[in-house]
């Protein structure tokens, strides 16, 4: 099977393609959102410091570019949420249940968004300069922190917190001991009711201490994915997994009194269990959903109802790396706006205007190489640490360390490296996609649906080495250009100049201008196989180890045809947004002579 093969094989191919196709252009605009409010403070700084008036028009071009790009991305982040309640509903219902917080919370991050940066724009002729500073700080803040919340949430749905990894960097693997597993805390009433040897022995559930009024456990995540897919399901009881775990003895012992008291804390109707004639029949009628439904509530409760996202083991690089590529992408497409400007620079030009043309692209030049730079030695390495220890099956599949494949990172000796990289040792080993067992996440105490192959599939190899590639030539570009224009050997009215060459030669500084634009093109582009990465690593999974696409997608799902009209839509609107730049912000701002 071929590694496109293999991964539409998936569940819900169509689905994930429409989500991603939506998520990814909503993101695309929201670097920008979160990019160009950044730099606008920085050209204010500048102008406090120096009293240049170039400094304060470069800072109202860049709040014009935010204002256009906020009021689409406001427009398709609102698309993206629909698409999820439709399309995931299951998913959502959970995350509104039990990780609602940075939900709730990003509603007031908006709000400050639309306040301060609006306030940015229409008081420009009202404001003080110091003021303006101020309100564009609040505003990027506003912004970032926006980001903030969306991105726990899912970090939280790439490694939970509690998440334990299957693999070891010493090269042990843990999937036949029930790994990987989710730490959970266990209601004390439920305890009793369950076969603790039977949980240790046929399950691999380990008992972990007691929290207060809980016992916590580790739970294999197969066995959460079925609990999972049995509470949306409506099984109950005596249909469900846990049936193999129950405590006869002591559920037999039961008095009617005592499991109407359990089902009144689980949330069950009484009037539901009426038809029950025993203690034990009643008991094995409550739905499982209400039993999870306490279980993860318990958990939330001990770990924090307004951190739990927030504690995703991979949350910090996701942050850090996220607000790395935004800041990338948006100074690439600067930069590229001010050379194109630059090259259509007629000789007669106002000199005001060419000297704030020039000093716009040095700052942008500067700004960029600066970003790139921390992307990739900085953010993009806690990235990639934070994927290797917590995410060891995606990446595996990033690595490409199968026999099966034709390996990039064999190919181009990047394996002998990559465990000092990922691990901080030489000694280390790297995860074997082929060790990794293909029904690792099926539950084996059940007749749960099969899973074709539980490992991400092997395509995000070449995304993710296709990604790395064109980062370190949009890299290397951004350095030369940072070095031209800090060495101030460059101007516009001898367009001959001429620049060091890599083998002695010359060549035009013109040429440097004209790639600026395939350089924004390439950042947009790093940052799309970035999140094609990141988002197709993880499945099946919706949620890694927890929910999965099965279950958390409609019951009733669109024909492929539906779903291609709306993919057409939501890309007519990124065209639709290019065209907007063009005619508010690139027409009007055309050079005077």
Not at 116 to 141: D, E, H, Q, R, T
Not at 248 to 269: D, I, N, R, S
Not at 519 to 525: D, I, N, S
Request: proline share 6%.
């Amino acid at each position: 099977m071929s590694a496109v093969a293999h991964w539409s094989s998936y569940p819900a191919a169509g689905d994930r393609l429409l989500s991603f196709i939506g998520i990814e252009i909503h993101w695309a605009i929201l670097q920008y959102v979160l990019g160009l409010p950044f730099m606008a403070f920085i050209a204010l700084l500048l102008y406090l410091r120096s009293k240049d008036k170039a400094w304060m028009r470069f800072a109202r071009t860049l709040t014009k570019g935010f204002i256009i790009v906020f009021a689409v991305g406001a427009a398709t982040g609102t698309t993206v949420e629909f698409g999820l309640v439709l399309l995931w509903p299951h998913l959502t219902e959970a995350a509104g249940r039990y990780i609602y917080f940075p939900l709730y919370a990003e509603i007031f991050a908006f709000l400050m968004e639309v306040v301060f940066l609006y306030m940015l724009w229409y008081g420009w002729n009202k404001l003080s300069p110091k003021a303006l500073a101020v309100v564009a700080f609040l505003g990027f803040l506003g912004a970032w922190y926006s980001a903030s919340m969306i991105l726990s949430v899912n970090s939280y749905m790439v490694a939970p917190t509690g998440i334990m990894p299957a693999y070891k960097p010493s090269g042990l693997y843990f999937y036949s001991q029930g790994y990987p597993k989710i730490q959970v805390y266990m209601p004390k009433d439920l305890v009793p009711l369950l076969n603790i040897t039977a949980l240790k022995t046929a399950a691999h559930v380990d008992i972990l201490g007691v929290a207060g009024d809980s016992v916590k456990v580790a739970i294999p995540s197969r066995v959460v994915q079925e609990l999972v897919r049995e509470a949306w399901s409506g099984a109950k009881l005596q249909d469900s997994v846990l049936i193999h775990f129950v405590n006869k003895t002591t559920v037999q012992h039961l008095t009617l009194e005592q499991v109407q008291a359990l089902a009144a804390k689980l949330g069950v109707p009484a009037a539901s269990l009426a038809g029950a004639k025993t203690p034990v029949e009643m008991l094995l009628s409550i739905p499982v959903k209400n039993v999870l439904d306490y279980i993860l509530i318990t958990t939330v409760k001990h770990i924090g109802f307004m951190s739990i996202t927030f504690k995703s083991p991979v949350y910090p690089a996701t942050l850090m790396h996220t607000l790395g590529s935004a800041l990338t992408v948006s100074g690439f497409t600067v930069l590229a706006g001010y050379a194109l400007r630059l090259l259509r620079m007629p000789e007669n030009a106002d000199p005001e205007y060419r000297r704030y043309i020039e000093k716009a692209f040095k700052f942008a030049a500067i700004f960029a190489a600066i970003v790139i730079a921390y992307q990739g030695f900085i953010a993009g390495h806690e990235m990639g640490r934070a994927v290797a220890y917590w995410n060891p099956e995606k990446f595996a599949a990033m690595e490409g360390t199968s026999e099966h494949i034709m390996s990039l990172s064999k190919l181009l000796h990047a394996d002998k490296i990559m465990p000092l990289i990922a691990y901080g040792s030489m000694n280390a080993k790297l995860p074997s996609y082929d060790k990794i067992p293909v029904n690792y996440c099926k539950c084996s105490l059940t007749g749960a649906p099969p899973v074709q192959d539980c490992r991400p599939p092997i395509v995000i190899h070449y995304l993710y080495y296709t990604k790395i590639g064109l980062a370190i030539l949009l890299g290397l570009y951004g350095l030369i250009v940072a070095l031209v224009v800090i060495r101030d050997k460059w101007s516009l009215i001898d367009k001959t100049l001429n620049i060091v060459g890599i083998r002695g030669g010359t060549i035009p500084s013109r040429f440097w201008l004209m790639l600026a634009p395939v350089a924004a093109f390439t950042a947009q582009l790093v940052s799309t196989l970035g999140w094609a990465v990141r988002e197709i690593g993880r499945k099946p999974w919706t949620i890694y180890g927890v929910m999965t696409v099965d279950v958390a997608r409609t019951a009733n799902p669109a024909p492929a045809w539906q779903l291609a009209l709306i993919a057409i839509f939501l890309l007519s609107i990124s065209f639709g947004l290019i065209y907007a730049v063009y005619r508010i912000l690139w027409v009007p701002g055309r050079p005077k002579t």
